[in-house]
Every structure is written in C-alpha cells, then in structure tokens.
C-alpha cells in the first residue's frame, strides 16, 4: 500500500501571475485546467514537476473558502497537501478511527478522494485520493487531465522532494499527522520530519506572522542558476537555495 505525495496546492487572488511565474521561473508548463472547480467558486491550473503536480487556485466570486483562507493567511500562499494511494477505503476508515471528518467526497470517473476537515488535522487541507490505473507514476491521474505526461518539463525542475509546514507548535503538529497518516516522525534539529513515498513532510516553526499553513515545497532540481536567474528577472524574491512564488518558499539543496 503506498501513500505518496502527488500534488500541492497554492491559493492566490489572481491566478495568471502566480502560472506565470511558476513558467518563467521554474520551467514549468500548464497541462490542465479543470472547470469542474468552478462549482467551488474557483479556476485553477495544473503544472506537472516531474511525476507530481504543484496546482494554484484562485477565487471566482466572493464567499468561497478559499477566499476566506486568502484572507485569514493574510494572502497569497501554500493551501493543499494532496497524496494518492492505491487503498482509499483504507484511509477513509483509518481517519474516522482517529477523530478525523471528511469535509468532502470526492467521486468522478475513474478519480474518488477524501478531503479532510481542516479543524480535525491542522496545518493545511488534507486530501488523499486514487486514480484507477494510477498506481503507475506515469499513467493516469484524473485531477492533472487525459494528457499531462505531454506538458512535464524537466531542463531546471525534475520533480517534488517534499512539503514545509509551518506552525507555532510544529511537533504536536507532526505527531498528528503522524496519527493520521500511520507514519513515525523523527526529529531534525528543530524541525520534525514524516516520510512518504518517497518524499517527506517537514514540520517547522512559524515565524512570518501567517499562522498554520503549507509554507514551503522542496524540489529536485537540475539548474539553479537557470531558476535564480529567470526569479530576478521576473522580481520574485531570490536567494542562493530558494525563491518566493505565490507566498511560497520553493527550495532546493545545494551539492555539496
């Protein structure tokens, strides 16, 4: 049974700067668009990073939740931590056994997920989803479109390493999600770190004033003077491992 990072999420108030940043600056290309969310007030795009997918969303209209997030976080920013598994009914009665309500169901075509309610988990909008066929990494996954194999591009970016959550309690936090997720947590000097398949879930402080969220998303990446470069160029805030995007902070290490 695996459980793998397939997809974060970020929020923004206008959603063409944030794309085209993450094109300019990342190399990045847009597989789809899904219309299905506009049914939550929303539009959005889909970005392939190697076998996983960074999506923004941004609100159509006023009332949504994802406005109301906008708003409580201050702006623009992480808002999803979204993982597949090839054993759905398995999580859907894991989470009812320790506390966790499914805020919604998610079922259309060959696609079924969970949501998670935000108040039971901390930290971000969980969800956890499968995709019939999906178990290879690079067949189907009905949230990216019938095509996004076409649109990966990897010249500076080859794929996800794994998420930063920030919180003024980052250990309760992690042992949560631990629960949730049946996976151990180790400790990694102040932060707490929970492995997925493969890539790992960070736990950290908060200290820029926005509260709980998903502040940050590790990538793999083959040109950082590319990225560094094109994040100039483009006035995101740069530095030598990291650059700003949408109120997120997409980072890499450095060879030693």
Do not use: K
Not at 8 to 26: F, G, I, R, Y
Not at 119 to 143: F, K, M, V
């Amino acid at each position: 049974m695996y459980l793998r990072l397939r997809q974060l999420c970020l929020v923004a108030s206008q959603l063409e700067p944030v794309v085209q940043q993450l094109t300019q600056v990342l190399g990045l290309a847009v597989c789809h668009r899904d219309p299905a969310v506009a049914q939550f007030g929303l539009h959005n795009a889909l970005l392939p990073v190697g076998h996983s997918f960074v999506e923004v969303v941004a609100p159509l209209r006023e009332g949504t939740a994802a406005g109301r997030y906008l708003q409580r976080r201050g702006g623009d920013g992480g808002y999803m931590v979204i993982l597949d598994t090839d054993e759905l009914p398995h999580w859907r009665q894991h989470v009812a056994s320790v506390g966790v309500r499914i805020a919604a169901a998610l079922a259309m075509d060959d696609y079924e997920g969970a949501q998670l309610h935000p108040q039971d988990t901390g930290g971000a909008l969980l969800e956890i989803n499968s995709t019939r066929g999906g178990a290879d990494l690079q067949g189907p996954y009905w949230p990216a479109g019938p095509h996004w194999q076409v649109a990966v591009r990897s010249d500076r970016v080859s794929g996800i390493a794994g998420a930063v959550l920030q919180s003024d309690e980052p250990e309760r936090l992690a042992r949560r999600w631990a629960q949730i997720l049946q996976r151990s947590v180790q400790r990694d000097g102040d932060d707490w770190l929970l492995p997925l398949d493969p890539a790992v879930l960070r736990f950290t402080a908060a200290t820029d004033g926005r509260g709980e969220g998903l502040a940050g998303i590790e990538l793999v990446v083959n040109d950082a003077d590319a990225i560094q470069r094109s994040a100039q160029a483009a006035g995101c805030p740069v530095r030598a491992d990291a650059v700003h995007i949408g109120g997120v902070r997409f980072s890499w290490r450095l060879p030693a």
